[in-house]
Every structure is written in structure tokens, then in C-alpha cells.
């Protein structure tokens, strides 16, 4: 009888570890948290230092294809959606703009300038939906639908190219 117990204790205390373990699995990976104003503008960020710094983006694998030619380039940002004073990158090469500055950048076609827009198209309480156009001059461009939710464990991208030319 003594075995008995002791596997049925064991089987107990497996199932109840089993049990637990999914639960915290689900509870880390399926619920998305309400987004604030804060996390659109990290979104923004951590959609220009993936195209213009090579950093990876969160939920997404792939590096951006063609880093290497915007590593090398002054990269100008337009995301008028965001308050003026909002930072897109630390570094000195990548530059916020107003939309009349962009149109005015890219309409001189210059070769050494990314021309980077980001447009806010879905904004609700679990998730941030952005098209992004990446535009090097006239060495070519994508254009991406990068969806942020934000996790357990911070914001989550789900990217759809869109174009290449």
C-alpha cells in the first residue's frame, strides 16, 4: 500500500506542476496589455533603430534587409502623430521632421538621405497599427504593416511587407 501512495503522490504533484506550468505559460503569452500613448511612441523607436541602427525588433526575427545602406546614411523621420517634442533616436544622423520638411527633403531626391515615414493607421487600447515606407533615394525602398501589442514581457511586432521596388 505504501507504493501506492507514494505514486500517487508523485502523480499528484506532477499533473498539479504540469497544470501550473501551462497556466503561466498562457498567462505570459496570449493576453496582450493595454497600450498607452507612451508605448505608440517606443513602438516608433524600435521601428527606426530596426531600419536605420540594426537592432532587432521584439516578435520579429528578421533583420531589416537592407541596413546596411541606411547604416551609412542620414535618415529624415516623419510620424506627425506624435508630439513634437518626442525623440525618435539618439543619434545625430537620424532626424525628426514635419511633413512639409519631408515633402520638401524628398522631392530633391537626394542620394544620401533615407527617407523614412511612418503613418498611425489603427491606435486602440491592446495594439498599434503603423505603415512604415522606407525610401533610400534612389537605390530602391520597402514598405511595411507592423502591428505593436504589448506582452507580459513588453511590446510585440507583427511586420507584413508590403512593397519592395
Known amino acids: 500500500m505504501r507504493n501506492g501512495n507514494l505514486i500517487y503522490k508523485w502523480a499528484s504533484w506532477l499533473l498539479l506542476t504540469l497544470a501550473l506550468s501551462s497556466l503561466t505559460a498562457c498567462l505570459i503569452i496570449?493576453?496582450?496589455?493595454?497600450?498607452?500613448?507612451?508605448?505608440?511612441a517606443e513602438a516608433v523607436k524600435l521601428i527606426v533603430a530596426w531600419i536605420?541602427?540594426?537592432k532587432p525588433l521584439p516578435g520579429f526575427k528578421e533583420e531589416y534587409p537592407d541596413w546596411e545602406i541606411a547604416?551609412?546614411?542620414?535618415v529624415v523621420v516623419v510620424c506627425?502623430?506624435?508630439?513634437?517634442?518626442r525623440a525618435v533616436s539618439q543619434q545625430s544622423r537620424i532626424r525628426r521632421v514635419t511633413p512639409a520638411e519631408y515633402r520638401t527633403i524628398r522631392d530633391i531626391?537626394?542620394?544620401?538621405?533615407?527617407?523614412l515615414k511612418i503613418e498611425l493607421k489603427e491606435s486602440s487600447s491592446k495594439k498599434r497599427?503603423?505603415?512604415?515606407s522606407?525610401?533610400?533615394g534612389p537605390l530602391g525602398g520597402h514598405g511595411y504593416k507592423i502591428e505593436f501589442q504589448k506582452?507580459?514581457?513588453?511590446?510585440?511586432?507583427d511586420v507584413k511587407l508590403l512593397w519592395v521596388m
Request: glycine residues 4%; without cysteine.
Open 71 to 74: 547604416e551609412d546614411l542620414n
Open 52 to 54: 536605420a541602427e540594426h
Open 80 to 85: 506627425d502623430f506624435l508630439p513634437p517634442d
Open 151 to 157: 506582452k507580459l514581457y513588453g511590446l510585440r511586432a
Open 134 to 136: 522606407n525610401i533610400f
Open 129 to 132: 497599427v503603423f505603415e512604415v
Open 30 to 40: 496570449y493576453p496582450s496589455y493595454r497600450m498607452t500613448d507612451d508605448d505608440g
Open 109 to 115: 531626391k537626394r542620394s544620401n538621405v533615407d527617407y
